[in-house]
Nanobody
Framework: EVLLVESGGGLVQAGGSLRLSCAAS????????VGWFRQAPGKERGGVSC????????LYADPVKGRFTISRDNAKNTVYLQMNRLKPGDPAVYYC?????????????????WGQGNQVTVSS
């Protein structure tokens, strides 16, 4: 059974940093792409970043380029999202998800296994 568990969310001041973790189990880690998504109240779930583990490619949505970094720890089967210079537009529930495809965009429709979500709040 595929299981994704997110952690690391919370409250931070604008300009601050948080690191989200996505711990994965139940599948061959190297054969998947892992993505981060976010959904704010009243808005659709949108792509934030993705790591295609098989070839090491990383993808970022324009609003987070230069501020967020996705990375992985193979030994821990964990993917991280380092979020720096957080802005008032960043608060949302953040989800990680898996896809077996070598994706070219961070499109939620291409991801099929989802974590439970983690709240990120940014105070001004």
């Amino acid at each position: 059974e595929v299981l994704l568990v997110e952690s690391g969310g919370g409250l931070v001041q604008a300009g601050g940093s948080l690191r989200l973790s996505c711990a994965a189990s139940g599948f061959a880690f190297d054969e998947y792409a892992v993505g981060w998504f976010r959904q704010a109240p009243g808005k659709e779930r949108g792509g934030v970043s993705c790591l295609v583990i098989s070839d090491g490619r990383t993808l970022y949505a324009d609003p987070v380029k230069g501020r967020f970094t996705i990375s992985r720890d193979n030994a821990k089967n964990t993917v991280y999202l380092q979020m720096n210079r957080l802005k008032p537009g960043d608060p949302a529930v953040y989800y990680c998800a898996l896809t077996p495809y070598s994706v070219q965009t961070v499109d939620p429709a291409e991801f099929g296994s989802w974590g439970q979500g983690n709240q990120v709040t940014v105070s001004s």
